[in-house]
Structure formats: C-alpha cells, structure tokens
C-alpha cells in the first residue's frame, strides 16, 4: 500500500486523483463496452446472455458446484441461478445431478460443449488484446498495463462494497 508521504511527493504528487479516476472510469467503462459488444456479437449466435456466459466461465475453473454457490457467486438468489442454470442445461451447455450424500442439494457442472463455448469466445479476446499489444503498445507500455491490472487486481477485493 502507498502511504500518504509516498503520495504527496512521488511521481502522482501533482496528480488531482478525482479528475484522473474520472477518466479512468470513462476509459474502463468504454473498453467494456467495446469487449461487451464484441461478446455479445458472440453470444448472440448461441442465445447465451453475458450472465449465462460469467456462469460458465465460473463452471470451466471448478468440477462442480451447488446451486447455492452459483447463486453465491453471481450475486444472485438460488431462484435466479436456478433460472440462468435451467436455459444453459436446455442448450446443453451444463448437466445437474444430485449430491450422493444429500440429494436435496442439486450439483451443476460444465459440459464439454459449453467449455468450448468459453473457449472459443476466450481465444477470441485474447486474440483482441494481443493485436493491441503487439499493434499499438510497446513493449514497455504492455509491460507496465499487465503490471498496473495485477495490481489492481490483487487490490480490488479490499476496496469497500458499497
């Protein structure tokens, strides 16, 4: 963390932090719309919505998971996540099953056909960003944007929720 000397006399010393966090704000809510848009443009081939899709973006990294944590994870209710869950499973991009040793407790899993889905949607924005590294950045300019996002990244959780 950057204490308040480091602040006031370090290269952001002459920084007025409300303009800059305005047009950071303006610059990251426009590089969202642009990778929303093109993903939507995705999406909308297989009728999956960007929340369907975050959802199996979480499934591709876990084994399974409840229904209960999907709807942890979304910040939804369960009756939610049983909605977004219900439309993916009809495309067949996830499977339910029971728990063996609750069968009340409902377990959603990705498939193979949904994980390529989010590769294939995955590959893609990686391949955008790559063509802005390698055609608008230099070297050094995509070393220091890596660098300041795992920062940020790795600082976001302990920003306070409002």
Known sequence: MITTEQRSTGPCADLDFQVAAEELAEIVMHMQRKFLHNL???????SVSFPQYFLLGCLEKQEVITMSGIASKMGHTTAAATGLVD??????YVQRSHALDDRRKVMVKITQKGSGLVGEIR???VNRIVT???EYLTVDEGKAWLQIYRKIAD???KLPKR
Do not use: F
């Open 132 to 134: 802005l590294l390698r």
């Open 40 to 46: 939507s443009e995705k999406l909308g081939h297989g």
């Open 87 to 92: 439309r993916l499973e009809k495309l067949g």
């Open 123 to 125: 590959r893609d924005m």
């Open 155 to 157: 600082c976001s959780d």
